[in-house]
């Protein structure tokens, strides 16, 4: 009697993307309008909300005719590249990883975004590359596009959505409105707010390797493609690599940058896909797509044909193995047991696999 041995490792809780709270509003606020705009924002939007709070407290930025506020800002803009140049605000403790949708609410000074939310940007701003970043802005009365810019000097690689919104002082009381037409403008949905992270797996039937994909146009172009089966080859000493079928798609919205062990990329000039297993410099044309969450340490063993398929597809059993190859004629349920004619759910043929329907 044949006895097959499978050895399964089940992973019952990650087959299904999480689905998370996916919008972070953080906010400044002197006098108290941003703060409310920021309630109405947070009736209207399922978010979590940060506020920014200067270390110094009690200081009083408009006395003497604004004169501290004045020099908060003429030391940025003296230096604004040099961290000490930033006043010091209170620490804050935020993943921006977990976050798709970040909404800054901020009030307006002398023209520019007020230095206490500047500091926040400059610490924080590398880490919202690729977001969708929305901006408000509440003044007195003068226009807003100096906010603008230093919101994009500091994300530089933010996604923004077209347009901010300018909120006056004298206008707070309608912020409830103001914020809704705003969101309707912006296309700002429920979808935006609550869709599943993009999980792939990458397989050579031994060795697997999970990614969480980010939320880029390239990401998401090489998600509705697969599943796909491929050939993975070798390439320098830190690198396997494929050849999607057809090219990736890639906007002006995608990330460039280091790639640590465990990145995703698409090389764009080549149009293949790069997982990394040593790490590489950021290179012109190379998009980060994601990141390894499980596995990182079996890419290096890719071989093969590989299948890239998405973490929905599959049965959640991460590796099967056989002490002899099956009869590939016949198929087992998961206690070794034959599977009956017409089983359903997975079963085990020839060492692979397979969802029965
Ligand atoms: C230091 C400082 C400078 C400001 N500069 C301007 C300005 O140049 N133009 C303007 O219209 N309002 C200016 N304002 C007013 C604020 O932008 C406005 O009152 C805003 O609504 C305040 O938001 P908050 O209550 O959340 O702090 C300034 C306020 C402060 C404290």
Redesign the pocket.
Known sequence: MKRIIFLLTLLLTASLATVRAKTLVVY????????AITNALSDLVAADVLEIQPAEKGLR??ANG?AL??KLLNAINANPDDAASYPAIDPVSVSLNDYRNIIVVT?????QM?APMQTFLFNYGAQMAGKNVGLIV?????GISGVEADCKRLVPDGNYYSKSLWIR?SQ?GSAATLVSGWLQQIGFTDSDNTSDTMKIRVSDGTNTVIYELNETSAAKSLYQMLPLQVTVENYGNNEKIFYPPTAVSYGSDCIEGDCPAGTLALFSPWGNVVMYYGAASRYSGLYILGKATQGAANISRLSGTIRVETEEDTTAIHSTKADKPGDASRGYVLNGMTAAEGCRGIIVRGGKKILAK
């Open positions: 400044y606020s002197y006098t108290g309008n941003c703060k930025y408009e604004y506020g004045t009030p307006l000074w002398w023209s007020a509440s003044s007195a009365s003068s002082s707070v």
